[in-house]
């Protein structure tokens, strides 16, 4: 996801942070828990069949959004249902993503608060260009990802299971996320990088924390959480900026190791819940740059998600199992950027090509110029309290009322 700048490598160090005031019982709803362990282990275990979630490996935690499933031939198995591959796990199995495990019948997240990314970058960078323009979020990511897309750009954590290897890391509390974030001056912690579903339990204990601080929460996501994962997350999560990597399941089996049809199921749950979306396409030659397909996902935004939503349209850079192909021609960028202007959506942008980079916003009833960006900066601000000077429609987005420009 994001151009090659986005890449989490460098982590930012940070002074002493303010603290912050979070009351636990404030404003936490109960958990969502397909399966919600009791004391107990399940008859026939004993306890010491049970993982450690101690004091000595913190990251290791009893995992929220599994149930029971009966395997009579593998008794203790459970189904994970935070994304939809919707993994059976026997005992001692590990799911798709690398990072969450049945232990003695339970299903513990191996990487609570094991941070691998950190860093503190302008909005535009996840990309948001409609959700509080020109500030800057806190990103956090772990280990770990439930696709394994051929291109991905920050496969050494995500496909660090796959690959073997062994991210450098550091063990960081969910409060101490938000403190950071505070610190840092950020108004969003952006959960990205990889997948968020797979570290939901450390991103929900973050988000309610953040949002008690006054802070937003983003999901920088492939949009394969389940239904019961979005309802989860869903009073924290503000917006979520969704990868659509291709609008046929033919792209996502083979290049990705997912299916089509639960994105798109994930991308229209958010939307009836009023999260703020933005979704983002990057165009690899010869895989999803098909003039006839744009045009169906095109439409399928422009009727099914809204003609004013946001899409972004990014260059792939030669990486990982891809590193043979060529970059995206401008040409391509240019062509998706028309067909999907042709559909009837009021903001395509274009990122990650500095030749055709599409990013001023523009009315999307009377064409006014209303913000100017230059590398993920806003740069131009000519909103009236959220709306055109020019015709007064209101522009969609969140934190549109005020200029973030310092005059
Ligand atoms: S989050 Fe991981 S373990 Fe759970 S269903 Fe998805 S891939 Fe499987």
Known sequence: MGDESDRPGSRETFTKAPAVTFDPDAARPDPIRA?????????????????????SEPNIR?????????????????????????????????????????????LYTLVYGQVVASK?????????????????????????????????????????????VVPESRQVAPEQVVEEAVAAGARSVAYTYVEPTVFIEFAFDSMVRAQ???????????????????????????????????????????????????????????????????????????LNDNARELRAMAEWIATAVGPETPWHLTRFQPAYRLS?????????????????????LRHVYVGNAPEVEAATTSCARCGERLIARADYAVTEWRLV??????????????????SPLVC
Request: glycine share 10%; net charge neutral; proline share 8%.
């Open 35 to 55: 399966h919600f362990p009791g004391e107990e282990p399940p008859e026939g275990l004993r306890a010491g069949d049970l993982g450690p979630a101690g004091e």
């Open 62 to 106: 009893r995992a929220l959004l599994d149930e029971p499933y009966d395997d009579p031939l593998a008794p203790s198995s459970v189904r994970c249902v935070a994304c939809a591959h919707r993994c059976v796990l026997r005992p001692g199995r590990i799911g798709i993503c690398g990072v969450r495990q049945n232990r003695g019948g339970w």
């Open 120 to 164: 503190v970058e302008p909005i535009e960078k996840k990309p948001f260009y409609h959700f509080l323009p020109g500030s800057t979020a806190f990103s956090v990511a772990t280990a770990g990802c439930n696709f394994h897309c051929a291109f991905c750009q920050n496969w050494a954590i995500s496909q660090a299971h796959r690959e073997g």
């Open 212 to 286: 008690a601080a006054g802070l937003r929460n983003v999901f920088v996501t492939n949009g394969y959480e389940t239904p019961e994962a979005i309802e989860l997350v869903a009073p924290y999560l503000d917006a979520a900026n969704v990868d659509l990597k291709a609008a046929n399941d033919h792209f996502y089996r083979r290049v990705c190791g997912a299916r089509w049809e639960p994105v798109r199921e994930a991308v229209l749950e958010m939307r009836r819940r009023g999260i703020w979306l933005e979704l983002t396409t990057l165009l690899i030659p010869g």
């Open 324 to 344: 043979e192909l060529r970059e995206t021609p401008a040409a391509t960028l240019v062509k998706a950027a028309a067909i999907g202007r042709e559909v009837g």
């Open 385 to 402: 309290a959220g709306r055109c000077p020019r015709c007064k429609h209101a522009l969609t987005g969140v934190g549109l009322e005020d």
